[in-house]
């Protein structure tokens, strides 16, 4: 970013560029290994399996079962994310330090809350009203039972389109927070907020860019039954 365009980082007394000279030694130990229990390990692998599997069964019950709360706070989750964002381009233009690539970069992350906004309005009203019904009327095992192969197919989809709003939202809000930080961090490179701003140099615009491109692509396969169905 153009703020810290003259800064240079230099070798101190620190990891960067110190003549210090390191040794390292390498123990190596030997420790001998009982195979008397071989087969202990598939016995043990299935209980979790089987765990997991319900424990994932139980939580898609559950998110039905609470579909419109699980929405909701989904909605201001998306929408939020450009919060931070707006913030940083206003302390931006009150410092007097604006370039045109942090306004793109707001408007960019505009366009991340309004496109996961509606991909979240879509995929709510892709959740059948009977499923949700029968969900908040029958335990999870019950739940499962009187689904039809094609109603666990939606189930599954809606809680993964949900997932993946959810996970981009995340990097979203991330990607907000860096603004913010470049937003306060100081033009010499120190302090607290300079160095949450190197932190989250994964968070960078294009990154999350690419990240919420591959979740929506996810949402438009689940929304539109292109993912693998469970009785195939």
Request: with cysteine; glycine share 6%; hydrophobic share 50%.
């Amino acid at each position: 970013m153009s703020k810290f365009q003259n800064i240079s980082i230099h070798g101190g007394n620190n990891q960067f560029g110190d003549n210090n000279t390191q040794n390292n030694v390498t123990n190596n130990h030997y420790h001998p290994h009982n195979n008397n229990g071989q087969g202990s390990n598939g016995d043990e692998a299935i209980p979790l399996i089987v765990g997991t599997v319900a424990g994932l069964a139980a939580l898609v019950w559950w998110f039905f079962s609470h579909i419109d709360q699980v929405y909701y706070y989904l909605n201001i989750l998306t929408l939020s994310s450009v919060a931070l964002s707006a913030a940083a381009l206003l302390i931006i233009i009150v410092s007097g330090v604006t370039d045109k690539k942090d306004v793109i970069r707001f408007f960019g992350s505009v366009l991340f809350a309004i496109c996961l906004f509606g991909l979240a309005m879509l995929s709510r009203e892709h959740a059948p009203d009977d499923v949700v019904q029968l969900s908040q009327h029958t335990k999870f095992t019950e739940f499962w039972h009187r689904l039809t192969a094609h109603g666990k197919d939606l189930v599954v989809a809606n809680f993964v389109a949900a997932l993946a709003i959810a996970l981009s939202a995340f990097f979203a809000h991330l990607a907000s927070l860096r603004q913010f930080s470049y937003s306060l961090a100081s033009p010499h490179g120190i302090g607290f907020w300079f160095r949450l701003y190197r932190a989250t140099r994964i968070f960078k615009m294009r990154v999350t860019f690419v990240i919420v491109s591959i979740c929506s692509g996810l949402v438009w396969a689940a929304l539109t039954g292109n993912l693998p169905s469970l009785n195939a």
